[in-house]
């Protein structure tokens, strides 16, 4: 099931790209965007009655300001998940999976500095994250009777 804003546009790449992965896995995919945390919890409850479900939650402003309630959510009902920010993970999620957003703020300033120092914006390079940065909260993995693979560990950036 996926977790996302109804009321804010998601980018059509990552729809596109999501909706592929899960085609080419076999995974089908329920979720019509939310407006209301009232709404979630019984859209939530309702998706946990089918067998072997899991949760991929997007980043837009109400799974931002949701994070804390959609972790324990997630816990409550047995939910494996996969996040947006390593915030998410660090507070219980499961697996986080996004750009390293220091990395990003570090990059940005950069460009700030050269702005200032006279380089017209339109003229500099558009940048896209190379490295996602993957977050497992091995607690969490516990508490759901999951075991990382080792080809999983062996790519995460973090272990909590």
């Known amino acids: ?3 996302r804003d109804a009321n804010y546009p998601t980018p059509p790449g990552l729809l ?3 909706e592929t992965a899960a085609i080419e896995l076999g995974i089908q995919l329920t979720g019509e965007g939310v407006r209301d945390f009232g709404k979630l919890e019984s859209d939530v409850a309702e998706f946990t009655r089918a067998p072997h479900g899991g949760l991929v939650v997007v980043q ?4 931002t300001i949701q994070r804390e309630r959609i972790v324990a959510l997630a816990a409550r009902y047995r939910l494996p998940a996969i996040y947006p920010h390593t915030s998410f993970a660090e507070i219980g999620g499961l697996v986080s999976y996004g750009v390293n957003l220091p990395v990003m703020w570090r990059a ?3 460009y700030i500095d050269r702005i200032l120092r006279g380089a017209s914006p339109g003229g500099l390079p558009v940048q896209e994250p190379t490295d996602p940065e993957i977050i497992v909260n091995l607690k969490t993995a516990r508490s759901l009777d999951l075991t990382i693979p080792s080809t999983l560990r062996n790519r995460v950036t973090r272990l909590i």
């Open 1 to 3: 099931m996926t977790i």
């Open 16 to 18: 596109r790209t999501t």
């Open 60 to 63: 837009d402003p109400f799974t």
């Open 108 to 110: 940005a300033a950069g």
